[in-house]
């Protein structure tokens, strides 16, 4: 797949514990856009947020929280990506979960593949 010039990044926020049945929702996440075609997609975990209920969760000892924040961010053109919205909003309504999604418009410098791949 080639990659290059102005595409979009599709940010996601929710929190670790949201699931689509019993499996962790950026998982569903990820392997349904790799279903797609999307160039990728990274999930991170957070390490302090709050959001719209402005409770603060934390991975400090004194207040460790079992639901720690993930920020989930995917990469592709802009047709790409506004295709795969509708199937993110279905597993938005699957896991039951809040959540926040963004869009923006990124410059791609360099997008390849190990040598050898």
């Given amino acids: 797949m080639e990659l290059k010039g102005t595409a979009k990044l599709l940010r996601i926020f929710f929190g670790e514990s949201d699931k689509v ?3 962790p929702l950026y998982e569903v996440i990820i392997k349904e856009a ?3 075609g999307l160039a990728g997609a ?3 975990k957070g390490v302090m947020s709050y959001g719209k209920s402005s409770r603060i969760r934390t991975s400090k000892i004194l207040d460790l929280s ?4 993930i920020i989930l961010e ?3 053109e802009e047709e790409k990506i506004n295709k795969f919205l509708p199937v993110l909003h279905d597993l938005f ?3 039951k979960c809040g959540g926040l999604v963004t869009i923006e ?3 791609i410098i360099k997008y390849t593949n190990a040598s050898g791949n």
């Fill in 21 to 23: 049945s019993h499996t």
């Fill in 34 to 36: 790799r279903t797609a």
């Fill in 42 to 44: 990274t999930a991170w």
């Fill in 66 to 69: 079992m639901d720690l924040p």
């Fill in 74 to 76: 995917i990469v592709d």
């Fill in 93 to 95: 309504e699957k896991s």
């Fill in 105 to 107: 418009k990124v410059d």
